[in-house]
């Protein structure tokens, strides 16, 4: 089929409820009941602070914050923090977050993102360039095989910027998931495939290749949960970065990708692709869905 015409019919579908969806963790009737209540119980503010001190052992940040309007003054206090959070925690390093009081008395810290003047800067000229771009195109947004990988700058698991450039000169193998989908055929899924193929070009000699997995949940995929996502499943990101920012910059890309996603409630529809990308940054092989082999796109990539 025409390209052209896959992401209308791919609208189409998922209109009807005919595309395979991912969707958030589904728990029981009576887990969601204890759970709603939890939250409600539950005191969420947001939070801009510098570090003071990590303490990976403890999974603890101290955080010097700024006052919290209608809450707190401003103090020295110390929170519970993901792993991903505090691997990527540098003392000084400014932060914003959702500061969040729980019913036991437990102060956390949740959505914690860097506070990096240039890098916000970096980010946001990318994200502007690519909304030019993405507006510019229209209906041809969506990029072919034979076309360029599309400019950006994203945040990695680590927080730091990247962007294309980071990749000149290497193949890049590249799909869209997101950390809280449940559903074994999609995003998992994709995940394993992505690390067998990660092994098995390894094997093959592939030296120049690195793995991108964008997030399709910027707002609950920050930097620190990319990063606990990574660690917990062991994946070897020597090679493969996960990548999270600004919601406008992500919308873009998967406009440009053909990749359709959606929140219907606490569901988060969407479609899967994958692409391969050559060391000049031309899209060279696109497979849709997730029932793809990791030999096909090892036997497509160079080596040297």
Known sequence: MNSRLLRPLLLLLISLGLVVTGCKPRV???????????????????????????DPARLTLL??????????????????????????????QRIRAELVEREDGEFA?????????NAEARIGAASGSL????????????????????????????????????FRGKQVMLNFIFTRCQVATMCPLATANMVTTQRKAREAGVTDIEFVSITLDPEYDTPGVLRTYAAQRGIDTTNF?????PERAIKDLLTQFGVLAAFEGSILKHTVATLLIDPKGKIIWRADGSQWSPDEFVSKMGKR
């Not at 003054?73 to 519970?80: C, H, L, N, S």
């Not at 810290?109 to 003047?117: C, F």
């Not at 680590?158 to 962007?163: C, E, H, I, P, R």
């Not at 970065?241 to 920012?245: E, Q, V």
């Open 241 to 245: 970065s996960f990548l999270t920012g």
């Open 28 to 54: 029981a009737a009576d887990q969601k009941a204890s759970s709603a209540a939890a939250a409600s119980k539950e005191k969420r503010y947001p939070l801009t602070g510098e570090i003071i001190k990590a």
């Open 109 to 117: 810290l949740e959505k914690i993102w860097p506070v990096d003047a």
């Open 131 to 166: 909304r030019q771009d993405t507006a510019i195109r229209g209906r041809n947004a969506y990029r072919e095989v034979g076309e360029n990988l599309p400019d950006f700058a994203l945040y990695d698991q680590t927080g730091q910027v990247v962007s294309p450039a980071r």
């Open 63 to 92: 955080v010097k914050h700024d006052p919290i309007d209608g809450y707190m003054a401003a103090m020295t206090m110390e929170f519970v923090v993901t792993s991903g959070d505090v691997a990527n925690a540098r003392e000084g």
